[in-house]
């Protein structure tokens, strides 16, 4: 396991309580590096979604723990916030939860002369991802061809 896959996962054991405890959901943890700064990230929701106090409780809070557990070695900058309106599927439990939402699907390689395809995620596993797209036709997609995916949000 990588240092950065070590510390997402100590972190993302720290935060579980934390987060149950506030009635919130942990969506994702990612410690990355983006223009010479470390950034440590901690992604959370709840029903009708996450306000600036909530991630506040939950940055104060995770932010003492990681101070007096002292596991990461570089210096970074602690960010606690919603996932967002087009969150990206990452885990297992990103595809369980969204099952019948509208998904964005965004492929590496043109298939049928286009990169992007919308539908309601109707089945997923290890190896692939199944939509249903709006002339009710259902296409399925290997994972290994999918650059991202993610819920659809209209405006």
Known sequence: MSKKEIYEQKTEEILLPIVEKNGFELWDVEYVKEG????????????????????????????????????????????VSSPGLGRPLKKEKDFERSLGEEVEIRTYR?????????????SYDKETVTIEMEDTQERTFEKSEIALIRLAFDF
């Open 36 to 79: 010479g700064n470390w950034y440590l990230r901690a992604y959370i929701d709840k029903p009708g979604g996450i306000n600036v106090d909530d991630c506040e409780v939950v940055s104060r809070e995770l932010s003492d723990i990681l101070d007096e557990k002292d596991y990461i070695d570089e210096a970074y900058i602690l960010e």
């Open 110 to 122: 043109m298939i049928d002369r286009q990169k992007e395809f919308t539908g309601i995620l109707k």
